[in-house]
């Protein structure tokens, strides 16, 4: 194998789909970061609805707090090797020009396949069009590449979730990849959506069965292309790199937290004893990267079999439970500045129980609330729609939240210990040493700073309201049991006379 990881890349140009992504923000960061001395990125960016063209797109990612360190530490030239490739992972062809696909045939040897609708409620043939024909679109790309070293699929290690206990294998479909993209293109989209149960079988969603075809299909096309499959687990926010607890999406636990920090959300419908996978984004690319240089550079017959790698983090989660314990001892420290009430939770895995508590707990106050603010004429802010939101996504989630999987990992270790000396302290992601507190403090707070767009420096007014809360609740409480007390004693005082 080459000595380095970082002077892998050198010289080389990479296609990235999905950079606008949460993945990909921070995939195109570590790269220019870390590996200077690539030559070009291609990322492919779909024409905008609101008439922004590509550069404006990619200047809008390039405009995230994610970048800043980069700034500071590179010349801003770095970023002119950024080049946008307008296309669309739903079209044939990626949707890409004939001048742009031979610019990316004759100059790119490394590709990374991370575009992929995450809606767990996609249409079938839509999920088909986008997930496995996209990625099928993909793989024709790199047989015509004239130098390809290396092509890296993003998976995701629920895409076997009717397993309990998942290798680093790819198991059979579900049904024929070629028969899926037929039907998507073929068939009447409102016949497909009655059927789709039926395709779907044990597979909860569109999501994960188009990603488990999408395998198959690498499985079968890509005999002669040195692959890795990578799956991450539930990727939440970084670590340490660029920034602590950098994310752009409210998934995960921080969302969760937040969600439960501003008083929105009061009952999840979720086992407290279960132990998502989570991994840290950083984690996952730097893994990507190492994965992308280990199989690229490999020798002898084995270059030919796909690499398959379960990012997760195995045995270290940590209970739903002690999770929200951690996190609710933040949230008198860090509380969102426009919290509507004090933090609760309740676990519930029944269903009426968690729809009940959600009329009583989270939707009535919504509707309350919604109501105070028309009739005062002030800023509404559209509570009943955001729980109708929260409970279709926890109908959706349901699957997922109230089970857990044991993902082997044994591919991620080992590309672990293959990182040489001189690339530890930028590539190294081990993360047997991260701090479940530190990182959820850490997260939190990110949450505030690049979801919220809170001024930290606000924090403390916040946590002054909290206690204000908290007198008003001990308060409301104690009026209520003296009502009680007084009421219990005028009753038997009335029997005694």
């Known amino acids: ?22 993945m990909g ?32 797109k990619l200047k809008d990612v390039f405009d995230l707090p994610l970048f800043e360190p980069l700034k500071k530490s590179h010349p801003s030239e770095i970023f002119n090797k950024v080049i946008p490739i307008t296309g669309d992972i739903k079209k044939l062809g990626l949707g890409i020009s004939p001048e742009d696909r031979k610019t990316l045939i004759d100059n790119v040897s490394v590709i990374f396949h991370a575009a992929a609708s995450v809606r767990f409620d996609d249409p079938i043939h839509e999920a088909i069009i986008i997930n496995t024909r996209g990625t099928r679109e993909v793989v024709a790309l790199a047989k015509e590449i004239k130098n390809i070293a290396v092509l890296v699929h993003v998976s995701t290690t629920y895409c076997n979730c009717y397993r309990k206990i998942v290798e680093e294998t790819i198991y059979p479909a579900p049904m024929n990849w070629k028969e899926a993209i037929f039907m998507a293109e073929n068939c009447d989209p409102v016949l497909t959506n009655i059927l789709s149960k039926k395709y779907l079988g044990a597979f909860p969603n569109s999501y994960v069965f188009t990603k488990n075809l999408s395998e198959s299909l690498l ?31 409210v998934n995960g636990p921080v969302g969760f937290m937040i969600g439960i920090g501003k008083g929105i959300i009061r009952v999840t419908f979720t086992s407290k004893y279960t132990r998502p996978d989570y991994m840290p984004v950083d984690i996952s690319i730097k893994g990507m990267l190492v994965a992308a240089w280990n199989k690229a550079t490999e020798k002898g017959p084995g270059k030919k079999e796909i690499l398959i790698i379960n990012s997760s983090s195995g045995y270290k989660s940590i209970q739903q439970w002690e999770l929200v314990e951690i996190g609710m001892k933040f949230s008198d420290k860090y ?68 089970q857990e999987w044991l993902f082997i990992n044994m591919n991620f270790m080992k590309i672990l210990n293959s990182i040489p000396s001189q690339d530890k302290e930028a590539f190294d992601f081990a993360f047997d040493d991260i701090d479940p507190c530190e990182y959820l ?31 008003i609740r001990n308060t409301l409480r104690a009026l209520f049991w003296g009502f009680v007390m007084w009421y219990i004693y005028s009753y038997f005082a009335s029997n005694e006379e």
Not at 27 to 55: A, H, M, N, Q, W
Not at 223 to 235: A, E, Q
Request: proline content about 7%.
């Open 441 to 471: 403090r850490d997260g939190i707070i990110g949450g505030h700073k690049y979801l919220l767009n809170t001024d930290i420096t606000s924090l403390p007014a916040a946590v002054t309201r909290v206690k204000r809360m908290v007198y």
């Open 25 to 56: 923000k921070v995939l195109i960061e570590k790269i220019l970061r870390s590996c200077p001395g690539v030559d070009k990125i291609y990322v492919l960016i779909r024409p905008s609805r609101e008439g922004k063209s590509p550069d404006d």
């Open 335 to 402: 509380p969102p500045i426009d919290s509507l009430w004090l933090p609760g939770i309740l676990f519930t895995t029944d269903p009426t129980c968690y729809y009940v508590n959600l009329i009583i707990k989270q939707v009535m106050p919504a509707i309350v609330i919604d109501w105070i603010l028309a009739i005062t004429k002030k800023k509404p802010l559209h509570l009943l729609k955001i729980q109708r939101k929260i409970y279709r996504a926890s109908m959706e989630l349901s699957y997922f939240t109230a």
């Open 219 to 249: 499985k079968e096309e890509c005999k002669d292309i040195p692959t890795v499959i990578f799956r991450p687990s539930i990727v939440i926010s970084s670590v340490k790199e660029p920034v602590s607890g950098w994310i752009d999406n």
């Open 1 to 22: 194998m080459e000595d380095s990881i970082e002077h892998f890349y050198d010289g080389r140009s990479v296609f990235i789909t999905g950079g606008t992504g949460f």
